[in-house]
């Protein structure tokens, strides 16, 4: 049994009588229902929490029958993200049956579910003040991006990543990190100052290798604007090697998460588009169709507007 994961019960009797419930649903003392424990299954960390660093605890009362089935849960308090992986936990917990009067029976526990990523309370409280302040100049910086307003993103952007740059331990804070870099590389990239965007993606897929894995498709995302800002470089090896890097990436995630297989071969189709013009400049004209003939059948769409498309 994992001791990270506990149960705290109380002792209150008075509250039953109080409330009118028969004596044997009343509640029970904190060592003997500790005793009666049989199966302790640990809750899962909801991905969400964990990428928006969640903690705390979860409380809960429990109903137990006199078989030690957990029949009904509760929740009392504790942080919203947190409950519904609690509640279902607690829901699969068993018990030696609970005796009152020599007899089993029916009672009610107070169970405290907490959740922790061991990020101390100081750290914790920084951090969320960063945060405050990153996630809505993220949508500034985004939305910018999308509009084409370049000018304005790269000052949204280049914001984004100075408050990044900020979180206390930039390990709990890697996606964010990566993100501000990217979306920064790509305002620099459109707006014509590739050098700097060149940094900002060399800074992008240096995080990618640290934190994510071939089979993730930001992983596969970053690859791809460090290939597109070396294509407009001119550094045709450069990109050659990033955009299939990217393609690999994108195939693994597709076979990685079949839920998403559908979007993440959109992301393969753009890509493939864009390394067929590459393909096509350096003389490669068999290469380029075959990458155009996949990219159709990933997304009907993915060649339109392309220049130097030869279907």
């Given at each position: 049994?994992n001791r990270k994961f506990f149960i705290v019960v109380t002792c209150a009797l008075f509250c039953a009588f109080a409330s009118g419930q028969e004596p044997n649903e009343g509640f029970v003392l904190e060592g003997e229902a ?52 609690a509640l279902d936990a607690v829901r699969g917990w068993t018990y030696k049956p609970f005796a009152v009067n020599g007899q089993a029976s029916k009672v009610r526990i107070v169970v405290s579910v907490p959740f922790s990523l ?194």
């Open positions: 049994m500790t005793r009666h424990l049989l199966e302790h299954g640990d809750p899962i960390y909801p991905a969400i929490a964990k990428a928006t660093h969640v903690q705390g605890s979860v409380l809960l009362h429990a109903d137990v029958d006199e078989h030690g089935s957990v029949t009904n849960v509760e929740v009392v308090g504790g942080p919203p993200m947190l409950r519904q992986a061991g990020i101390p309370a100081s750290t914790e409280k920084s951090d969320n003040a960063i945060g405050q302040a990153y996630f809505p100049k993220a949508d500034e910086c985004r939305a910018a991006n999308a509009k084409g307003q370049w000018a304005q993103a790269v000052v949204s952007c280049g914001d984004l990543v100075t408050i990044a740059e900020r979180f206390p331990d930039p390990s709990l804070r890697m996606n964010e990190i990566r993100g501000a870099h990217q979306d920064y590389g790509e305002a620099l990239a459109f707006s014509g100052d590739l050098p700097k965007a060149l940094d900002q993606f060399h800074r992008t897929t240096e995080n990618a290798e640290k934190s994510l894995t071939s089979k993730d498709a930001e992983y596969a995302t970053a690859y791809y604007w460090q290939a597109f800002a070396e294509h407009a470089s001119k550094m045709p090896a450069e990109a050659e090697r990033d955009y299939s890097k990217a393609e690999e990436s994108y195939r693994e995630a597709m076979a990685n998460l079949a839920d998403m297989k559908q979007i993440y071969g959109r992301y393969l189709a753009h890509t493939l588009a864009y390394h067929s013009v590459l393909a096509q400049q350096t003389g490669r004209d068999n290469q380029a169709k075959a990458m155009q003939a996949e990219a159709l059948q990933l997304d009907p769409k993915a060649l339109d507007g392309m220049k130097g498309n030869s279907q």
